[in-house]
């Protein structure tokens, strides 16, 4: 198979497989005031972002499982297995009767739904580093793998564009009546879609792994395992703060509408795709530990007064802050799949990088948005999040220092 081809499978499968775990972000607003009944509009966002939380933290069981199941059965067979886990529930979700229908019992069945999400995810980006990192030319692996780190960008950004047209189209009554649906009913086309384009996923030298992967990454590759995860907990806090809980937050505590909260989002999103690629293009002649290191150490710095400037209202001033932080963020995503592939060998590879990369993704990607809300309810400073993000960058920023390119 083509590198093209390999290439894009992997970018198409998790373009849309991140575009359904997504989505239920960016309709956070709507589905507060739907599944949770509360006066006030700030607990109810609490509420919500608490459920998407709980998915992230059954994603480390979703990567013991489709990381062995990687390593055993290939990487194909694992991907073409979470295609329908992650995709049927999103499909469900916007199928499901409200608060106001059936009570808590829809309360409960939205959580069990996004749990099963949490699971999927936990083997989608890991396991489509793995195809693409062994799958590529050798000489221009990092920007191939630039594309896996680019692509569930990118899905989130159609989650954010479907969740502005919606806003735009259709009003608030429209929005909480029936229309906060569409976007998740979009999910049977792309599950239609994503069928016939994995099903050309085949895997090529694959060897069969007989003993435990999982039981052998621990054992021999823990330091590794660390590595990734400190790397990685600045990535995830730093994208769901930065740019999946941003437009709630220029919504519900800001006052910006949700039309222009959410356009605004969309581009952020968009230009940290465009960046993305580009550096992880230039990232060999550059170098991934500079990259590494000037993201963390730069966003650090440009936090306070990003968001600072918010406060201002002034759309020119925050169109170039959103345009350096994403440029800030690319530094970091476009090297990282990489890194991950470099770290882990091949027998235990899906396994590493799943485990690795779900739980930094859990403990402190899903985490962001609820614990975010939570610091400015409890302490009323609006700028609170930059603390946590700022002492998860020092932490991380000692394991970048030891790095070798």
Excluded: H
């Amino acid at each position: 198979m083509s590198t093209k081809k390999i290439v894009s499978i992997g970018f198409l499968g998790n373009v849309f497989e991140w575009y359904d775990f997504s989505i239920y972000a960016f309709m956070a607003p709507v589905i507060s005031k739907i599944f949770f009944s509360s006066s006030d509009p700030k607990i109810g966002l609490l509420k919500t972002f608490f459920i998407f939380s709980l998915s992230f933290l059954i994603r480390p069981l979703g990567s013991i499982f489709f990381g062995s199941l990687g390593d055993r059965r290939g990487r194909a067979y694992s991907l073409k297995i979470s295609l329908f886990i992650m995709g049927i529930p999103t499909i469900l979700i916007g199928l499901l009767p409200t608060y106001s229908g059936l009570g808590t019992i829809s309360v409960v069945a939205l959580v069990v739904l996004r749990l099963i999400q949490g699971f999927a995810a936990g083997g989608e980006l890991p396991g489509s580093a793995c195809y693409i990192y062994e799958l590529s030319d050798v000489k221009k692996r990092n920007f191939f793998c630039s594309f896996v780190a680019a692509s569930s960008v990118l899905g989130v950004l159609c989650g954010s564009v479907v969740a502005t047209t919606s806003f735009f189209i259709f009003d608030d009554a429209q929005m909480t009546g029936w229309a906060w649906r569409l976007p998740f009913l979009i999910g049977s086309v792309i599950l239609v879609f994503l069928y016939y384009v994995r099903k050309l996923l085949i895997d090529e030298n694959f060897v069969r792994e007989e003993s435990s992967p999982v039981a052998n990454v621990i054992k021999y590759e823990y330091k590794s395992i660390l590595k990734i995860i400190a790397l990685y907990a600045f990535v995830q806090i730093s994208f769901y703060t930065l740019f999946v809980w941003f437009p709630s937050y220029l919504n519900v505590y800001l006052g910006f509408s949700r039309k222009v909260a959410f356009l605004l989002g969309s581009i952020e999103i968009g230009l940290l795709v465009i960046f993305t690629l580009i550096i992880g293009y230039f990232a060999k002649e550059i170098g991934r530990k500079k990259l590494i290191i000037l993201s963390i150490v730069s966003i650090i710095i440009i936090s306070y007064p990003a968001f600072s400037i918010l406060q201002y209202k002034c759309l020119p001033l925050i169109l170039a802050m959103l345009t350096i932080i994403a440029l800030c963020k690319a530094c970091i995503d476009s090297v990282m799949v990489e890194l991950m592939g470099d770290s882990f060998p091949k027998s235990v590879r899906c396994s590493g990088t799943g485990i690795s990369f779900t739980l930094a993704t859990a403990i402190f990607g899903g985490t962001a948005p609820i614990i975010n809300g939570y610091l400015i309810n409890t302490t009323g400073l609006l700028f609170a999040p930059i603390i946590v993000l700022a002492v998860v960058g020092l932490l991380a920023l000692p394991v970048a220092l030891s790095l070798k390119d």
